[in-house]
């Protein structure tokens, strides 16, 4: 009787061993997928949680640029310009549209190249200088400083090249090659600059070197400037297709156009920029819309953009007036002192 009951036994005893591993190896098989779901609803929430912060770190990132426009943007209440001196001219009338300050005495800085240009124009045109002349470049042209087109002392450089580095990469060396070119001496192209400014009636501006380096003495007016600028265009008009040129390239250097409203702001093809400490940012412009062609003389601003908003600003009024005015006489906006 015993020995039937024991394969009975060990029949059930399996039976039972193997209901417990199943019943045992179910959770075991659903935990490793409830544990991957668990994970990833953590792995979720965490990422919503930590998303605002990215969020906020990201925006607090670009608050800075957000506030980096300039003041000059905000025009002062008294409708002056953010600038030391600002002078503007409808070129087909004649008539002053804005002026402001405009005999204030200020260093010209590279605006002297303007008048290094128009006497270097002015010899062509009586034939002491042909374009295609190669000029040769002194130790003295590379000395000189500042902005330049990496001019190398031996070499020679058709004047053409010399013209294109003056007016687009205002090569302080350029003016120093032409000048030496001209006269025998700096000194003695000084004396004619100045000759050539009384001349013009530039009775404000004195200049010191060709180039418009710091100096002490070397003064001018918008008042002036605009003198120069408004004769350099009526005799010499061609050169607008220089100064319209962004890009300046001699012995493999690329110089960019410091104009900053060439090819952003509509009709500007023209014409000088130029900055030392004692000035501030400076910029002779013109602009040409239609049958109408503007000047303008902006002197001293804080910055290259306080400058480029600063003008684009006066040569938008001016437009709008000149639109007004034509027909009618002659009518000055402001004449702020």
């Known amino acids: 009787m015993k020995t039937h009951r024991r394969p009975a036994l060990v029949a059930l005893f399996t039976a039972v061993c193997l209901l417990f591993v199943t019943a045992m190896a179910a959770p075991a098989a659903e935990r490793p997928e409830k544990d991957r779901q668990a994970k990833t609803a953590r792995q979720t929430k965490a990422k919503a949680a930590t998303a605002p912060v990215k969020a906020e770190k990201r925006s607090a990132a670009r608050k800075p640029k957000a506030k980096a426009a300039p003041v000059a943007e905000a025009p002062p209440e008294d409708g002056r310009l953010d600038v030391k001196s600002a002078l503007l001219m409808d070129v087909n009338t004649g008539e002053i ?52 087109m990496a001019l190398h002392p031996g070499e020679e450089v058709k004047l053409t090249e010399l013209i294109k580095g003056i007016a687009i990469a205002s090569a302080n060396d350029a003016c120093v090659a032409v000048a030496e070119r001209l006269e025998p001496s700096i000194h003695d192209f000084v004396s004619r600059m100045n000759q050539t400014a009384a001349s013009l009636g530039m009775s404000a501006t004195t200049f010191k070197n060709p180039n418009g380096m710091p100096a002490e003495g070397q003064l001018t007016t918008a008042r002036d400037m605009l003198r120069l600028a408004k004769t350099y265009l009526e005799r010499f008009p061609g050169a607008l297709t220089i100064h319209s040129m962004k890009y300046f390239s001699h012995n493999e250097i690329m110089r960019r156009n410091a104009n900053s409203l060439l090819g952003k702001y509509d009709g500007v093809d023209g014409l000088k920029t130029g900055f030392v400490n004692a000035s501030g940012f400076n910029i002779v412009v013109t602009a040409k819309r239609g049958d109408t062609r503007l000047l303008a003389v902006v002197l001293g601003a804080r910055s290259p953009k306080v400058r480029e908003v600063q003008t684009a600003r006066l040569i938008d009024e001016g437009f709008k007036l000149a639109e007004k005015q034509h027909g009618q006489p002659a009518k000055v906006v402001a004449a702020a002192r």
């Open 97 to 148: 549209l804005y002026e402001q300050d405009a005999d204030r005495q200020i260093a010209p800085a590279s605006l002297t190249k303007i008048l290094t240009l128009y006497i270097v124009f002015e010899a062509i045109q009586r034939g002491d200088l042909r374009p295609w002349d190669m000029i040769p470049v002194t130790e003295h042209a590379p000395a000189a400083g500042g902005s330049n």
